[in-house]
Nanobody, 118 residues
């Protein structure tokens, strides 16, 4: 069974920090491109950050300079370090993993809630 298990979400004040984790099982993690997506109420799901199997990274313009995606292949885990959080970062954050060459949608985690509020 393939599973992506997310953790680290919660309530944080504006300007605060949070680190999300996504632990994968049932896949050869090292060959998967991994990404973080988010969806706020009434809005479409959007890509936040991605990291390739070769550790190349890309970020949405809205989070550049504030968020950092990383991976630890030995732990089959991808992280999203979120700093200088803003209320507009409030959303459910989802982990995704796929082998790009297969042209398939890949696998999704269950999502974790991040709320940025005073």
């Amino acid at each position: 069974q393939v599973q992506l298990v997310e953790s680290g979400g919660g309530l944080v004040q504006p300007g605060g920090s949070l680190r999300l984790s996504c632990a994968a099982s049932g896949i050869i993690f090292s060959i998967y491109d991994m990404g973080w997506y988010r969806q706020a109420p009434g809005k479409q799901r959007e890509l936040v950050a991605r990291i390739s199997s070769g550790a190349n990274t890309n970020y949405a313009d809205s989070v550049k300079g504030r968020f950092t995606i990383s991976r630890d292949n030995a732990k089959n885990t991808v992280y999203l370090q979120m700093n200088s959080l803003k209320p507009e970062d409030t959303a459910v954050y989802y982990c995704n993993g796929r082998v790009v060459a297969t042209n398939l949608v890949g696998y999704w985690g269950q999502g974790t809630q991040v709320t940025v509020s005073s």
